[in-house]
């Protein structure tokens, strides 16, 4: 069975701080999605990984695969409140993760 | 373009009656996706179509659970009887088959409660 594994489950960060969201998964597959929630909220698309290697940025956010170790990550540069969000990792878009929430304070 | 669009927003019912829900995709999406949150189970795939065709069922719960999708723009799942642990909330996805990595675009979702 597949499955996905996201580290920390929780995450509380200060404004301005660096950190790495980690998603590990069991299956060989080069297809590894992330997606945000807010509370309350639908999911967005963030990043769509489609190859070993692959690397994505949007603003402060950064995602690479790496297919061989079976890991993606998901990179948060100097964060800002507005990042504060739930996010999850999906492979295939049928396995997801359970999920980081982040909380980023003043 | 409108999004994807749901309906109900909410829906209170009691265990034992049938419960339909709606999804409208993006016009010229042709894959769509319903998914159920919970918090005990976090985000579980039920079904997912290709040019309304059921690709990949095997995260239907059980068989009152069913999924159709007669056009290109409209699906309902429809659970009969409904049971209190089917509470949860209910997204749809759409996407762009044939360019793999075309992301989803996901409904508001349909929160159900069933007492």
């Known amino acids: 069975e597949l499955k996905v594994e996201q580290n920390p489950l929780f995450l509380s960060m200060q404004e301005g701080k660096n950190y790495t969201i980690y998603c590990n998964y069991s299956?060989?597959?080069?297809?590894l999605y992330w997606y945000r929630q807010d509370p309350g909220k639908s999911l967005e698309s963030l990043f769509v990984l489609l190859s070993n290697g692959a690397v994505k940025q949007e603003g402060r956010l950064m995602a690479s695969l790496d297919t061989k170790a079976r890991l993606s990550t998901l990179h948060i540069t100097a964060a800002v409140h507005d990042l504060s969000a739930t996010y999850f990792c999906?492979?295939?878009?049928?396995?997801f993760g359970a999920g980081t929430r982040l909380t980023v304070k003043p | 373009d409108a999004g994807v669009i749901q309906s109900p927003r909410h829906e209170v019912t009691e265990m034992g009656q049938e419960v339909t829900l709606r999804c409208k995709p993006i016009s010229g999406h042709n894959s769509l996706f319903w998914y159920r949150q919970t918090m005990m189970r976090g985000l579980e795939l039920l079904i997912y179509f290709n040019n309304n065709v059921p690709i990949d069922d095997s995260g239907m719960p059980e068989d009152r659970f069913s999924a159709k999708m007669p056009n290109a723009s409209f699906s309902t799942l429809k659970i009969q009887p409904s049971e209190p642990r089917d509470s949860a909330v209910y997204f749809c996805?759409?996407?762009?088959?044939?360019?793999?990595?075309?992301?989803?675009?996901f409904g508001d979702g349909t929160r159900l409660s069933i007492l």
């Open positions: 299956t060989t597959s080069d297809r």
């Open positions: 999906a492979v295939d878009k049928v396995r």
């Open positions: 996805a759409s996407s762009s088959q044939g360019t793999v990595n075309q992301p989803q675009h």
